[in-house]
């Protein structure tokens, strides 16, 4: 694919690279949903990691109104700042006794890796009297060094969650491998296509996030419908996270 894109730091890139960054995306995005033959839609997420509120809301403005936080303490910083038009999702690792601090500031929690997790968020959502909607994180290439749920084993998790009144799973999140192997993707859209057939308690899943700055032409080509741009929007980042 011919994908489009600009490569600037954080620190060069200015409120019309950003623009420019943005039309580039919604461009490729179109691109691959047009030659995957997709009719339904893709939402773009902002990634904030280390960016600046000014151009966080610059980014708002021109239509992205999903945002993407990884950092609690940067997070609860920030947030007060953001538009009010802004929806938010917590999409970073998540420790147990940071999830209170968030529970009623964000609409959903991409990065549930575990059923103490769910439990945890099912508790402080229950205390604010609401339904959180989370992600279970896969582990789709196996590695070690990252979090998400065995691919293979991860059903049982989901099962206990779903028993949890005050979550609802609306689907599954990935970061895959680096390397850009394609076939990830594909495990991913197979995985959860299979569960939403097989398993009642999954049948409601409508989200598959999948696709970074890097890759995200080549996950909207296997179903996502979430892709979670940081870097390609708002430039690289010259610490790694
Ligand atoms: C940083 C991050 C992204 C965005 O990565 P880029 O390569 O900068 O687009 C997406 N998802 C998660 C979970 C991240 O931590």
Sequence with gaps: MTEKFCNKSAEE???ADIEQNYR??????AEAMDKAGRH???????VTKTVPCE????AEKLGIKLLGENRVQEFLGKCENYSPDSEIHFIGGLQNNKVKYIIDKVAMIHSVDGIKLAGEINHRAAAHNLVMDILLEINIGGEESKGGLPADDFIETARAAAELENIRIRGLMTIPPAGGDEKYFAQMQELFENARIKYPFLSG???LSMGMSGDYMSA???????????SGLFGYRNYAK
């Design 13 to 15: 890139t200015t409120f």
């Design 24 to 29: 580039y995306i919604t461009e490729n995005i």
């Design 40 to 46: 339904d839609s893709v939402r773009l997420m902002a």
């Design 55 to 58: 151009k966080i809301n610059y």
């Design 205 to 207: 899943m409508d989200t």
């Design 220 to 230: 909207v080509k296997y179903g996502s419908t979430i892709v979670r741009i940081g």
